[in-house]
């Protein structure tokens, strides 16, 4: 008598999404999940940065007399220094942080006092927002955004009770910002201070002020948006030019964005090939800078593009999801704001080199030249990195299993579990009462 054979039914594309899904959750669900995610995001941005700034710089950077790797060795030099930026925020105690948080935010306005001094801050380009060390260029802009999102939580988080008011949501948090705001639309430094205004709104958003009182914050930030566009004759030609298609002044205003969507062009799906990018041969201004994104669309074609896209959505992910997971409210509020904040500045950039949005001069995150910025983004990934090792279940999993070799190696110590401190909460009680 014959045996039947056995027929294995052929898995199906759905089974294999739900397999994939499975295997997807059962990651996602692990304790140190969201600390893998920001290490893996923040290094391949800060290294898709390095090779992207070295392709862009190349030409410029020998048309001016210098080696082609000049922008490239800055930008490099800024990145190992940034390293250590980001070992620091790793490193430090979110206790330790938060009572530093009113000194960072009086040395940044300091900072940006002296700044607009002339013989101490460096006029550039008709901007006196940086100091010049040797060969070292320094923004001091870059550290309010950060010192401004940790006060700023700081205060917020000490008058949760109280935020239906007001006066204890706005005093003292909208009246600093408006300090720092000033000080940086002096020097001038529009973009910047739009950056500043995503800090202010992430945070009184994230801390849970009355809807109202967000909206008319919004109308008003709107407002005064449009009148500083309008107060400068190179902010209103942009604003003219992008309103009329970038066709009004082709040659002038438009230039730069009629050149990013042509670099856009030309890469296609999968681009022209890295270093092969034709816009950088003086054809498209600040390449290696505001307008990077058109090189990696062109060199990496819409793929490359498509990429980054992804990596600053799992950011707006990873850090949402790190927030939402931590007890400490003060961390909470952190996280969020820093989170929206480059997410933020990454949508605004992008949005201008493809035309979406009229051109601001906001650098992309991790990825434009510029060693401020780039130091201050790698030390914003050290606290969310540090923010993930202080989630509960991270915590428990740490403290029950251990660290790493690598960890110790780093000096990292073991998270401690978030302890409710009333010394903060009594403080700002009793100036909401008074």
Known sequence: MSAIPTIHA??????????????????LARPLTSLHIVLGVFGLLTLLGLV???????????????????????????????????????????????????????????????VL????????????????LGSVSVQPAELAKVALALWGAHVLAARQRLLANWRSSLSPVLPVTLVLFTLIV?????????????????????????????????VGGIAGAVALGLSAGYRQSRITSFLSSNAA?????????????????????????????????????N?????????????????GAVAVLVLFGLLAYVG??????????????VVAALTIWMVGQAVINIGYVVGLLPVTGIPLPLVSSGGSALVTAL????????????????????????QGRLAKLLGLRLPEPYRHSARYVSAEAQRGRG
């Open 287 to 303: 390449a290696h800078n505001d307008f990077i994104y058109a090189i990696i669309g062109e060199e990496l074609g819409m793929v």
């Open 320 to 333: 949402l999801r790190i927030a939402a997971r931590n007890t400490d409210p003060w961390l909470k509020l």
């Open 249 to 285: 002044d082709p040659l002038g205003a438009a230039y730069q964005a009629r050149q990013a969507l042509y670099s856009l062009a030309d890469g296609g799906l999968f681009g022209v090939g890295l270093g092969q990018g034709r816009a950088k041969w003086a054809y498209l201004p």
């Open 117 to 132: 001094v002339p013989g101490i801050g460096q006029l550039r380009g008709g901007a006196r927002r940086l100091f010049v």
């Open 10 to 27: 052929r898995p199906t594309a759905r089974g294999h999404i739900r397999r994939l899904r499975a295997v997807l959750t059962t990651w």
């Open 186 to 218: 002096l020097e001038p430094d529009l973009g910047t201070a739009i950056s500043l205004a995503i800090v202010l709104y992430a945070l009184l958003f994230v801390s849970g002020v009355p809807m109202r009182l967000l909206g008319a914050l919004t």
């Open 379 to 402: 030390f914003v990934g050290g606290l969310l990195a540090n923010a993930a090792r202080h989630e509960p279940e991270a915590v428990a999993a740490l403290r029950t299993h251990g």
């Open 52 to 114: 992207m700034v070295l392709s862009a710089s190349s030409v410029e950077s020998l048309a001016k007399g210098d080696s082609s790797y000049a922008v490239f060795g800055r930008q490099a030099i800024f990145c190992l220094v940034g390293l250590v930026a980001f070992w620091v925020g790793l490193l430090i105690r979110p206790r330790t942080l938060r009572a530093l948080a009113p000194t960072c935010l009086v040395v940044s306005v300091v900072l940006l006092v002296l």
